[in-house]
């Protein structure tokens, strides 16, 4: 059977987008596109990138622009791999991308903190329980 993992990720990221769990869903879809990648399948990034366009299409704030990164990836490695341009690193391209977005910027010190954290580890700043979408 060719690549469950894949199949199995987005099957995973189009139930969590159904529930309404935007950055579940944008979790699973990268684990698709790892999947994609590794495999070396264009067809399998495409579908990658239309459920982050369907995500973004959806979500807001934070998981909308994690979307739209994991799409815009998704997008540029489907190119190289139909040009036959083999990536140096792709997976640690993956990843590099993937942290460089799990910070976000104190709005009351701008210290990068961690993209999860509801307490400004530097100046105490505590952010409300439903965070605001970004500007
Ligand atoms: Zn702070």
């Known amino acids: 059977m060719p690549a469950p993992d894949h199949r199995q990720a987005l099957d995973r990221a189009r139930d969590a987008l159904d529930r309404g769990r935007a950055k579940a869903a944008v979790r699973h879809g990268w684990t698709a596109a790892q999947d994609a990648a590794r495999a070396r399948r264009p067809d399998q990034l495409a579908e990658v990138a239309d459920l982050a366009a369907a995500i973004a299409e ?9 979307a739209e990164v994991l799409g815009r990836y998704c997008a540029r490695l ?3 791999q139909l040009a036959g341009i083999e990536p140096s690193r792709p997976l640690d391209a993956i990843f590099d991308v993937f942290r460089r977005q799990r910070t976000k910027t104190c709005p009351d010190c701008a210290e990068k903190i961690k993209a999860d954290a509801r307490l400004c580890r530097y100046c105490g700043y505590r952010y409300p329980a439903d965070p605001e979408p970004r500007r």
């Open 58 to 66: 959806r979500a807001g704030g934070r998981a909308a622009g994690d």
């Open 78 to 80: 489907r190119e190289e």
